[in-house]
């Protein structure tokens, strides 16, 4: 018996130890390497940072899946309609003409554009799948300048690790990591099917974040700012989501 | 390790449950193919109230919404729930557990041993010596169905509701057909995970619910309930 127990006593020991300093040394190569989410707090922190440092490394260059045209969902989803404040209504009677997008933080030129400045850089389109969080899903056509091209143009420095974008509503703003905001199909969209936005769909402008659930491409930006902490940002989460729960990464 | 793994197992899949009926409240529609939503027809409706006030469901009120929390807690459990299973598969291919009382034994790969089996469950015979030592052929068949066939598709099916997993591995989603049918699947392949669970307690309960239990728990108390039967054929 004693025999038995000494052997499971030195495997339990050895398991124990490495198993701590393995979390140990995890811990310190996922800071270095930006695999901790900011909103890693709370009973859900150790769930939250394994998923998306799993899909950090998984991902960083992959791309979503795009479909064929045949594939355009007939009947998108806008879902709810958000009450809309009065600086939205002023711009929405004058046509969307006055519609700017402010870009600054960690960037050499800080610079405001209009959408029609946005369409003179270079233009992609993409059919992609905007999946919400409750479980809906639909597919259509995504016409817009990629985000890469407009922090090139405003010249993002080095050492910025999130990009924050804000809605013309205060209360709606979230952010992403640079894998993300560098990456190719992350747009700002102002096409749809080949029209405009629709203002139902995010017109004039919204971000498309097509690797991240629906939540995450928020609606009518105004301004984008680049930064390497999100502590002075709301409650320094990365977006006002993690406060009800939400995950701040949704690539899910 | 079949202990602990189990219980750990039996955690994590309560939470995985409840969580995961959580957010079908948030849209109790279900569809096959791609994409759906509520402009386009379900393949079938849960009767129940929404979380969600977009969603039509016939009740005219709308439930608060547990979404946020209840992802977070259904992915920390599956993160707990999958490492657990990966450390008992791997354990019992190393401890033989997989290949002694898992794998069908040799005189009982046949549909006749299946029926027997079945027989003794319906004349509530006695358990005899060896199944009380290990699995019967039964048992074996429905462990590893849920251990290789359910908890492989129930995993598969959830990470292809991932846009992030789905980019970095697309055949995942479009091995299933779509987004939706992923969707659809992974509900189905839960409601047969909650059948054998519902069964499996049954059994539990017919078998002496907390002798049973107890055995699970410590090891030892299933050699004094094997014995106790012993003596209980032997007397018969």
Redesign the interface.
Known sequence: MSKISRRKLITGGLAATAGVSGLAAAAVLSKRYGLIPPDCKGIFAPGETLTYAAQRLLTTHSLAREFPRSMISKTPFANETPHFNDAFKLHQAKGFLDWRLDVGGMVAHPTSFSVPDLKSLPLRSQITEVACEEGWSYVAEWIGTPLVEVLNEVGVLPQARYIVYFSIDPDWWDSIDMADALHPQTYLTWGMNNGDLPVSFGGPLRMRVPRQLGYKSVKYITRLTATDNLKGFGKGLGSPEPESGYAWYAGI | MVRVTHWITVLSFFALLLSGTL??F??P?F?WG???????HPLFTIPIPSS????PTGYGYVLP?H???S???H?????VAVLTGLVYVLASLWNGHLRNNLFPARGNRSLRAVWAVFAGYFRRAPTNVADARSYNIVQRIAYLSVIFVLFPLVIWTGLA????????V?AA??LLGG??TA?TLHFFVSALLVLFVVVHVAMVALAGFWSRVRAMITGRAAVAQESSVEESTAVR
């Open positions: 957010l079908v948030s849209h529609r569809y791609e994409t759906g939503n509520v402009n386009t969600r006030d977009m969603v919404d979404n946020g929390p992802r977070a807690l992915f920390q459990a599956a993160w509701m991932s846009p992030a997993f789905d980019s970095a697309p989603v479009d987004r939706q969707r």
